[in-house]
Structure formats: structure tokens, C-alpha cells
């Protein structure tokens, strides 16, 4: 089945370290997404990518980096720059630039900052 | 610039009443799309419905329906005859791509939390 897998589902970082977001996408999609989600406050956009070796900062980008290297991944780096990196973190897709037909989700990461 | 609204923080029911959810959106396109999407406990977005800008009929999909109003810039959703498994956080999307800052990226608003007890 097509889809979106996200990994790891949880994952642990202690202060000062920079850890990766896997984001894989089988759906042979063009556009790739990472959202951030905190408690009461909806989905911010971080990252976007509409097609592969180019991506474009979203609302909340600073402390985080990104790569377009192949169509079905996108993986999220979240920097020691990133001042509270706590959060659930959704990876999504959708089929064509406009985003017209909607997103496909993965599962999300949670990140914990130790 | 575009914005969701999504008024209500949380909307606790008993099982078998209704539940509506409001959505109020904001945008200077003429064309746009409006999305409903559920996050069950386990945390992946799931889809719901999609409308265009153009299409203000109302639809009803088994015990989900709704409301698209393009004059009041509103597109709630009812739950009619809700089940704990409804129990979710549903989120507002609006998607909209004849700005260049807007161009196919997702406005959602804040969710509403909705629980349903037996």
C-alpha cells in the first residue's frame, strides 16, 4: 500500500544535538511538507518542497534544515539552533504543486528534548 | 493573508448527540479549497472532505455532513449521533495557490478537540 512512513515514532535528544526526521513517501508525489504541532496551537508549516533540489522555508524554519535529494524523501533536521524542539512533528505529501487535492500524512515523530 | 478560525477549543458530548464544528476562513482568492481533517489519538492526519470554492453544496457522507456558506466565509461540520470513536482533534484546512505566498500551501486552524463519553 502507498503511503507515508515517518521515523522513528518517538524519538529522545539531549540539549545541544541535532537529530534527523525520516520522511519516505511511496505515493510518487512532487510535493513534500513538515508541519510542526504544539498543544492548542494547530499545524505550523516549517519546510516545504514542491519538487525535487528545491525547497522553500515555511513559517517557523529557523532552527531547522531540510533536503530534496530524491522525490520520495524529505527528511527534517532539527539544529541545536532550534530553541524548544519539543513537539509532534508530520511529515505529508500531496499529489501535485498545488496542494489542490489535499495532503497524505505520515504517523508523526514525537521529539523530546532530555 | 489567509487565515482558519476554528473557534472552538474543545466540545466534550455524551454518545448519540450531535456535535458541530465551526470553521470561519479568511482569504482574498476567489479560488481556494476547504479541508476537514481528524487526528485520532494516534496522531496521523486523516481525511475527511474536500470542497472548492465554487461548489456550495452541501454534502452528508453517513453520520458526517457539511456546511459550506461562501457569504459568511464558514464551513462547519456535524457529527450527527456521535460515537466515542469520534473522539478526536478535527482540524479546518484551507489550501489556496493564486498568491505566490499562498501557492499550494495549507492554512489549518487550531483544532477542536472533540470527546465523546459513553
Known amino acids: 500500500d502507498g503511503g507515508i512512513t515517518q521515523s522513528p515514532k518517538y524519538l529522545f535528544r539531549k540539549e545541544g544535538q541535532n537529530v534527523t526526521l525520516s520522511c519516505e513517501q511511496n505515493?510518487?508525489?512532487?510535493?513534500m511538507y513538515w508541519y510542526r504541532q504544539d498543544p492548542g496551537q494547530g499545524l505550523r508549516l516549517i519546510y516545504y518542497s514542491q519538487i525535487v533540489n528545491d525547497f522553500q522555508k515555511g513559517d517557523i524554519a529557523e532552527g531547522y534544515s531540510v533536503s530534496r535529494e530524491k522525490k520520495e524523501s524529505f527528511p527534517l533536521t532539527v539544529t541545536s539552533a532550534q530553541k524548544n524542539p519539543t513537539a509532534f512533528y508530520l511529515c505529508?505529501?500531496?499529489?501535485?504543486?498545488?496542494?489542490?487535492?489535499?495532503?497524505?500524512f505520515g504517523s508523526g515523530t514525537r521529539l523530546t528534548v532530555v | 493573508a489567509q487565515k482558519v478560525t476554528q473557534a472552538q477549543t474543545e466540545i466534550s458530548v455524551v454518545e448519540k448527540e450531535d456535535v458541530t464544528l465551526d470553521c470561519v476562513y479568511e482569504?482574498?482568492?476567489?479560488?481556494?479549497?476547504l479541508f476537514w481533517y481528524k487526528q485520532p489519538p494516534s496522531g496521523e492526519l486523516v481525511f475527511l472532505i474536500r470542497?472548492?470554492?465554487?461548489?456550495?453544496q452541501n454534502e452528508i457522507s453517513g453520520r458526517y455532513s457539511w456546511n459550506f456558506q461562501k457569504s459568511t466565509s464558514s464551513f462547519n461540520f456535524t457529527i450527527t449521533a456521535s460515537q466515542v470513536v469520534d473522539s478526536a482533534v478535527y482540524f479546518c484546512a484551507l489550501s489556496s495557490f493564486m498568491t505566490t505566498d499562498s501557492w499550494g500551501k495549507f492554512q489549518f486552524g487550531a483544532g477542536t478537540q472533540v470527546v465523546v463519553t459513553p
Open positions: 482569504t482574498r482568492d476567489t479560488t481556494y479549497y
Open positions: 470542497r472548492n470554492s465554487f461548489d456550495e
Open positions: 505515493l510518487n508525489h512532487d510535493a
Open positions: 505529508a505529501s500531496s499529489m501535485e504543486q498545488e496542494g489542490a487535492y489535499g495532503y497524505t
